[in-house]
């Protein structure tokens, strides 16, 4: 749990300490990181990739002093990628040099091949080390847990459920007190329901105009309030434009941070045409906008962020 020094008493506590470190959390998101903290249960956070799920894993890491521990999933990630495996280089020197003194003749064969399973040969991946005990609790990311493949989400169902992992060899390694655990997922694919009982969900959206503006102004300060209106705006318009991929908050900030290293004060077609690759990062997006229209799409930015 954290800190005794840092107040996550309640959702309005929880939101303020998230905003001390930019991260600006609507109630729904912070009510869910509240129980997830209080109940010490996984949290899924579902959404469009840039909304601020992994962010908030590695906030979470700064506000309560653990160490963040990621694993990034992929296709074909197994336990041994994930959870643990053997030094087999050290084991093999072992063999050899039980060999070399005659220690193996001794033992014997079955004597030997149980100390090739002791702890000192284990690898410690990211869901083992996530277990082990530390000055504050960890906070464990399975980041993108949709690209994993089912018998991978079946391996965490005993972590997630237990904070524990079983491993033949040696028995059962449980955590002595739960780490944080945020897993994220873009939707490319359903996770199982049996992952999703055992986790709290939130589906995080895209943030309202308003939200995205405050987001723009804390972790891009030295762009102008007028600036970041309209690339708020026009970050909203394109949202609605059925892009391949729509620009999530992420792209907001870089396209703000981007716009402010230029000079840019206020949104013409020249600077968005030329400043497009930070929010649309595909090339059928970017000639949608160009094509669609840019200058209604500036003016309604213009206008939108005037509030008129």
């Not at 965490?156 to 002595?176: C, H, W, Y």
């Amino acid at each position: 749990m954290p800190s005794t020094a840092l107040d996550l008493s309640s959702v309005e506590a929880v939101s303020r300490a998230l905003g001390t470190h930019n991260y600006l959390a609507d109630e729904g998101l912070a009510t869910s990181v509240f129980l997830a903290l209080t109940l010490q249960r996984p949290l899924l956070l579902e959404g469009e990739a840039g909304v601020g799920k992994t962010e908030l894993a590695k906030v979470l890491s700064a506000l309560t002093g653990g160490q963040l521990i990621r694993l990034q999933c992929y296709e074909g990630i197994d336990a041994t990628q994930a959870v643990y495996d053997w030094d087999y280089s050290r084991q093999l020197l072992h063999l050899r040099a039980a060999e070399a003194s005659g220690e193996a003749a001794n033992r014997g064969a079955d004597a030997l091949e149980n100390e090739l399973y002791q702890e000192r040969f284990l690898l410690r991946r990211a869901v083992l080390r996530a277990l082990e005990p530390a000055p504050a609790p960890p906070v464990l990311l399975i980041d993108e847990i949709d690209r994993a493949d089912d018998e991978f989400e079946a391996y965490l169902l005993e972590v997630l459920s237990d904070f524990q992992v079983t491993i033949p060899e040696l028995g059962t390694f449980k955590a002595p007190t739960p780490p944080i655990v945020i897993l994220t997922s873009n939707r490319t694919r359903d996770v199982h329901d049996a992952l999703k009982r055992r986790c709290l969900y939130h589906w995080i959206e895209h943030p309202t105009f308003d939200r995205e503006v405050a987001i723009v102004r804390l972790r891009v300060p030295q762009v102008a309030i007028s600036l970041a209106r309209q690339v708020a705006a026009a970050t909203e318009a394109m949202r609605g434009m059925q892009l391949y991929k729509p620009p999530g908050v992420a792209e907001t900030i870089d396209w703000a941070t981007a716009l402010g290293s230029l000079g840019v004060a206020n949104l013409d077609e020249d600077s968005v045409r030329s400043t497009l690759g930070a929010v649309l990062k595909y090339r059928e997006d970017q000639e949608r906008v160009e094509t669609s229209g840019m200058t209604d799409l500036i003016k309604a930015a213009v206008q939108r962020a005037l509030g008129t």
